[in-house]
């Protein structure tokens, strides 16, 4: 029997051998799939992890365009503002100046040649009527006579000169100070751009 025994030990640790075979094979192959599925799983994690660094490097970019969008505006909206301040204080100095030239000795004269351009400039009729502010109604008087015309005072005629209207022509003529100031300002602003946002 021992011959028996024998060969049942052999099938035994042949069957044993076979199972073991076996199973390292099945532990191989569960291994590789884990290894497989391992590196699946950090290979999609790198992935999504590449997404959201991008998704939150765009979100910062957006972010920051914005920012320095809204700085660049709150600069050029400064500088602009600070500029308009510059022509504002320039045209106040110039209206100053106007008012102390209205107040001269020269503003007569240039009444009087104001009256003469407009006359060339259109023929004064009897029924025509020189506009002046509250300031040169003496003057305009003195205007007014020497031409045969009427005078009246205009409220909006602040910094002087003057203007003349033509009824039966319906023209109007415009020697104020006050619109060559305001025609010298939107030049000034219209020929330096940088003044506009």
Same mark, same amino acid.
């Given at each position: 029997?021992?011959? !028996? ?5 052999? /099938?035994?640790? %042949?069957?044993?051998? +076979?199972?073991?075979? @076996?199973? &390292? *094979? ?21 992935r ?26 709150a600069?050029?909206?400064? !500088? ?5 301040? /510059?022509?504002? %204080?320039?045209?106040? +100095?110039?209206?100053? @100046?106007? &008012? *102390? ?62 203007s ?25 602003v ?8």
């Amino acid at each position: 029997m021992p011959e !028996v025994q024998d060969r049942i030990e052999k /099938l035994g640790n %042949s069957i044993l051998s +076979d199972a073991q075979k @076996k199973a &390292e *094979e099945i532990i191989s192959k569960a291994q590789q799939q884990a290894d497989e599925l391992t590196e699946q799983a950090r290979e999609q994690y790198r992935r999504s992890e590449e997404n959201e660094v991008a998704l939150d490097r765009q979100k910062t970019h957006t972010l920051y365009a914005k920012e320095l969008s809204k700085s660049d505006f709150a600069a050029h909206k400064s !500088v602009l503002a600070h500029r308009c301040g /510059l022509v504002d %204080s320039l045209f106040e +100095d110039i209206k100053n @100046k106007l &008012e *102390e030239f209205a107040k001269s000795d020269k503003y007569n004269d240039f009444m009087t040649a104001l009256a003469e351009k407009a006359d060339k400039e259109q023929a004064f009729s009897k029924d025509c009527v020189i506009n002046v502010g509250r300031n040169d109604n003496q003057l305009a008087d003195d205007i007014a006579q020497k031409y045969g015309i009427s005078v009246a005072v205009d409220r909006n005629i602040e910094l002087g000169g003057l203007s003349v209207y033509y009824p039966s022509e319906n023209i109007y003529i415009d020697y104020t100070l006050d619109l060559a100031l305001e025609q010298e300002r939107k030049a000034f602003v219209a020929g330096h751009g940088e003044l506009s946002l």
